[in-house]
């Protein structure tokens, strides 16, 4: 099994920053994709930003030019650096993570806990 551990949100005027962290544990023998979802009241759950194991990066429009998505391959953790907020960035964002486990070949799917990004006007 693999636990992640989302921190890093709370409460922040227009304008401010915060920056997500996701740790990974657990049985992993590798990460290829890393990314983080949100989900606002009343909205689909959408793609905010991904990682490639190679470094790549994608990010809703929404979000480009003012998040950053970047990975600690040793730790197996994922961040997610938030400037310029807006009040539209108000959601519960949560991690994603594609591992392959020892003796695996095959990939899965594991979420974070999820955690509130408040963003005030």
């Known amino acids: 099994q693999v636990r992640l551990v989302e921190s890093g949100g709370g409460l922040v005027q227009a304008g401010g920053s915060l920056r997500l962290s996701c740790a990974s544990s657990?049985?992993?023998?590798?990460?290829?994709?890393m990314g983080w979802y949100r989900q606002a009241p009343g909205k689909q759950r959408e793609l905010v930003a991904a990682i490639g194991s190679g470094g790549s990066t994608d990010y809703t429009d929404s979000v480009k030019g003012r998040f950053t998505i970047s990975r600690d391959n040793a730790k197996n953790t994922v961040y997610l650096q938030m400037n310029s907020l807006k009040p539209e960035d108000t959601a519960v964002y949560y991690c994603h993570v594609h591992v392959r486990s020892s003796g695996r070949w095959s990939y899965n799917d594991y979420w974070g806990q999820g955690t509130q990004v408040t963003v005030s006007s």
């Open positions: 657990g049985d992993i023998f590798s990460i290829s994709v």
